[in-house]
């Protein structure tokens, strides 16, 4: 088969509650619900993801919620109650690719910033753009993105479990993963900590290494 690129490769051992809903409702797959496992794996060339899918669902018994095939980057997320299933599934694709979990690119943060007290009008700007909870005027905003794109798919479920916070947006396809949460200061601050780590306990391969040609 043609190279591949493994993009990001990420298992997460529970959909938190308001991530779950944010895919259910925006996805156009097959819905998850909280406390299942999911596995976000992103790829190049994008038209390759179809295969992917094929793969991982010809394997085990996940479901897919997002799949996501652009010209550059494919995105496949799938998921299920059995953590077995979805660690399968990887084992599958892995193989599928004839790749390493270790060949994976390590997530590289773009953003990371807080602004404190959101003004109102602002507010109305980002609500009505996003998808998720609403940001409250006087609340702190987290905004993180990340490269690859996959990769804020982790840092949004590891945020969430750390604070009460109020997930906005997340957008894990494209050349950039975008996410923005809501709340009061200090557990924005702690969300964003999580964030962080998470994404530093990631190993592999530099964004924009030759292996990324």
């Known amino acids: ?50 295969r992917v899918t094929d793969i991982a669902l010809k394997a085990t018994r996940v479901q897919p919620a997002i799949q996501i095939v652009e010209r550059a980057y494919g995105l496949l997320e799938v998921h299920h109650h059995d953590q077995g299933e979805v660690i399968s599934a990887g084992r599958a694709i892995l193989s599928y690719l004839e790749l390493k979990e270790e060949e994976r690119l390590k997530p590289k943060i773009l953003t990371d910033q807080i602004i404190r007290s959101v003004e109102a009008y602002q507010t ?38 750390a604070a009460r ?12 993963g975008r996410l923005y949460l809501s709340g009061s200061e200090s557990e924005i601050d702690s969300a964003a900590a999580a964030a962080r780590a998470a994404l530093a306990s990631v190993a592999g391969k530099q964004v924009g290494s030759s292996a990324d040609k």
């Open 124 to 161: 109305q700007i980002i609500n009505r753009n996003s998808a998720g909870m609403m940001v409250l005027p006087g609340e702190s905003l987290y905004i993180l993105e990340t490269e690859p794109a996959g990769y804020v798919a982790f840092a949004a479920n590891e945020a969430e479990k």
């Open 1 to 50: 088969m043609a190279a591949v690129t493994l993009r990001t490769y990420t298992f997460l051992d529970a959909l938190q509650p308001q991530f779950a809903s944010f895919m259910a409702k925006t996805a156009k797959g097959f819905l998850p619900v909280p406390g299942q496992a999911s596995l976000f794996v992103e790829i190049a060339p994008g038209i390759s993801i179809n």
């Open 165 to 176: 916070i109020s997930l906005v947006n997340v957008t894990p396809y494209g050349a950039f």
